[in-house]
């Protein structure tokens, strides 16, 4: 499988903390995004950084990627209660005919009050 | 969120019995994605549309037939149901590519006794 894998798989943190999630991924890409998905709901997109950059941030979240590693970390600072979801990184891979964006399992990250 | 409905929200179905998922979208975008969530495997494609009329397959596609006749509705059919299909079923959309962000409905809740 071509899918992105998150790590770690669970995550528990105080509110206030920073959480670090990170993921890996096989071949060349043409970019790499990260998702939220709070219980029962559908995804939510949260950042979208490209291969030729390096680093990007939107709000309390900061995306780095290393296409020589093939591996992108997603941090959120000053973590709240409300930040607690699974998060996904979607790899979206290069070459003709590559419509698709490839799901990893998903790190469940929990911000204790 | 974007404009995605996804009916029926639940349904519980018999095993042998066909099952048909709607997705609605209002963003006029051109590509739309069923993908299926259950634990342990993340969320996996199982059909893509990439216009009126055209679709292909994604990597669980066995048991499932999709149409799209009109730009804002993509079907997804179970055609004989089994258990192994009880999961929760996720419609996406995407304007301009597969790669690019994807939007995400509320999800559909199947169970097949």
């Known amino acids: 499988s071509q899918q992105g894998e998150e790590d770690p798989q669970a995550l528990s943190i105080q509110e206030g903390e920073n959480a670090t999630m990170n993921c890996s991924y096989k071949t060349s890409i043409n970019n790499l995004q990260w998702y939220r998905q709070n219980s029962g709901r559908g995804l939510v997109h949260l950042i979208l950084i490209r291969s030729n950059e390096r680093e990007k941030h939107s709000g309390r979240l900061r995306v780095t990627l290393d296409t020589s590693k093939k591996s992108s970390s997603l941090l959120i600072t000053a973590s709240r209660a409300a930040d607690t979801a699974s998060y996904f990184c979607a790899p979206a891979y290069s070459g003709a005919g590559s419509y698709q964006l490839t799901f990893g399992k998903g790190t469940k990250l929990s911000v204790i009050p | 969120d974007a404009g995605i409905t996804q009916s029926p929200r639940h349904k519980v179905t018999e095993t042998g019995t066909p099952v048909t998922l709607r997705c609605h979208q209002t963003?006029?975008?051109?590509?739309m994605y069923w993908y299926r969530q259950d634990p342990g495997h993340g969320l996996r494609l199982i059909h893509y549309s990439y216009g009126v009329k055209d679709t292909d397959k994604g990597e669980v596609s066995d048991g499932y037939s999709v149409s799209r006749s009109k730009t804002e509705d993509f079907l997804l059919t179970l055609e004989s149901a089994t258990s192994s299909q009880t999961s929760v079923y996720f419609c996406?959309?995407?304007?301009?590519?597969?790669?690019?962000?994807?939007?995400f409905g509320p999800g559909t809740r199947l169970l097949v006794l």
């Open positions: 963003e006029n975008h051109r590509y």
């Open positions: 996406a959309i995407s304007e301009t590519s597969g790669r690019e962000t994807q939007y």
